[in-house]
Nanobody
Framework: VQLQASGGGSAQTGGSLRLSCAASGLRLDQYSIGWFRQVSGKEREGVSCMSGSDDGTHYLESVKGRFTISRDNAKNTLYLEMNSLNREDTAIYYC?????????WGQGTLVTVSS
C-alpha cells in the first residue's frame, strides 16, 4: 500500500489549495480514508474523512464550509479542496487509509498560509 500526497504549498489568507493523495496497492473506495494535519509541537488532528461503506463525510468543525473531501475512483485518488484558508490552517497535511483498523499514511505535504 502506498499513498502519495501532493498539492501543498503557500497561499495567502483567503486563498485556496487542493491536496491530492494518489493510492496504489488498494482501492480507496473500499476503505475509510481522509486527511489529518499536524503543527509542530502539537498532536495530529483529523481534518476530514470519507467512509468507504457509504461515502459519508465528516469534517473538523473549524474547516466545515471551507474544505471539501472527495475521491476519484477512476484515478484512485483522494482530494482535499481547501478554500478561504487562514493562518490556522498552516500545517503538514497527511492522507491516510484505514484497513482493518490500521492506518496507512502518506508522506506529509506542507501547507503554509500567510497574510
Amino acid at each position: 500500500v502506498q499513498l502519495q500526497a501532493s498539492g501543498g504549498g503557500s497561499a495567502q489568507t483567503g486563498g485556496s489549495l487542493r491536496l491530492s493523495c494518489a493510492a496504489s496497492g488498494l482501492r480507496l473506495d473500499q476503505y475509510s480514508i481522509g486527511w489529518f494535519r499536524q503543527v509542530s509541537g502539537k498532536e495530529r488532528e483529523g481534518v476530514s474523512c470519507m467512509s468507504g461503506s457509504d461515502d459519508g463525510t465528516h469534517y473538523l468543525e473549524s474547516v466545515k464550509g471551507r474544505f471539501t473531501i472527495s475521491r476519484d475512483n477512476a484515478k484512485n485518488t483522494l482530494y482535499l479542496e481547501m478554500n478561504s484558508l487562514n493562518r490556522e490552517d498552516t500545517a503538514i497535511y497527511y492522507c491516510y487509509a484505514m484497513i482493518n483498523r490500521y492506518n496507512y499514511w502518506g508522506q506529509g505535504t506542507l501547507v503554509t498560509v500567510s497574510s
